[in-house]
């Protein structure tokens, strides 16, 4: 489980190693700079696409071998997403932390194989579930034999092609479900289906909801950076920049700070980041 507030970060999809290596190594550097760990995160293959012909990414067995150079070189976590029941075992040879996609956060299968792993399980909230609704799929993983579980908050449908952030989430879901509470401040700000049959998304709004989110007692933050996101291949329209994830990780500090100062920054179920070692 976290132990601390941790920063969950990086691509969204894996790319070249040079540029997968570079933004691990400048997550290491932030990390020791702010205070806050970090997990390197990045897919080896986006099976949920909106478009059939958008890049995928590396696929599995190349995947796990670009992930395995970032541990190698960073000496950071990693966390990568399975969509298979099969990817699982092989995924956590090199992964520290399995994560559940939003779309597949009720497929018993897949939850138990990844619990299956003895490896922490991170499981997107579905952006149509209820805070309460998570419990099931957090004890399916938990029964199944996992390290530890931790959920992410990453939005609510609002009608067609919008998703809001309910604050309350955070509470409602770790009393709930007794497990630290994640918040993905990338993928909440999605348009889905509003650029031309792929997400869009409105990424100005990423610091704000971040900020509102560590006030209101996130037990950690999901982000996805990019050192040039319009040129990315998944999520250009609402990835960070990666220059700016630094000041904004401050402001973060700050607010912790603050929020400890008048005695609010108590954090129920915290877990421990993973360690590289597997």
Known sequence: MFERFTLIAGPCLLEADALNVEVGRQLARISSAVGIPVVFKAS??????????????????????QLGRVKDETG???????????????????ADVLQIPAFLC???????????????????????????????????VRQAGALGVTVTERGTFFGYGDLVVDMRSFQRMRTACGV????????????????????GGDPEFVPSLVRASVAAGCDGLFLEVHPDPANAPSDATNMLPLNELEPLLERVAAIRAAL???????????????????
């Open 180 to 199: 630290p509470i994640i918040f993905d401040g990338t993928h909440c700000v999605q348009r889905p289906g509003l650029a031309s049959g792929s997400s």
């Open 260 to 278: 400890a100062e008048v005695g609010e920054a108590t954090v129920p179920g915290e877990a421990v980041a993973p360690s590289s070692a597997g």
């Open 106 to 140: 009720r497929q018993t299968d897949l939850l138990r194989a990844a619990g299956e792993t003895g490896k922490m399980v991170n499981i997107k909230k579905g952006q149509w579930t209820a805070p309460e609704d998570m419990v099931s799929a957090v004890e399916k």
């Open 44 to 65: 080896f293959d986006k099976a949920n696409r909106s478009k059939g012909d958008s890049p995928r990414g590396p696929g599995l067995t190349l995947g796990l071998k």
């Open 76 to 94: 950071l976590p990693i966390l990568t997403d399975i969509h298979e029941v099969d990817q699982a075992a092989v995924g956590a040879q090199v």
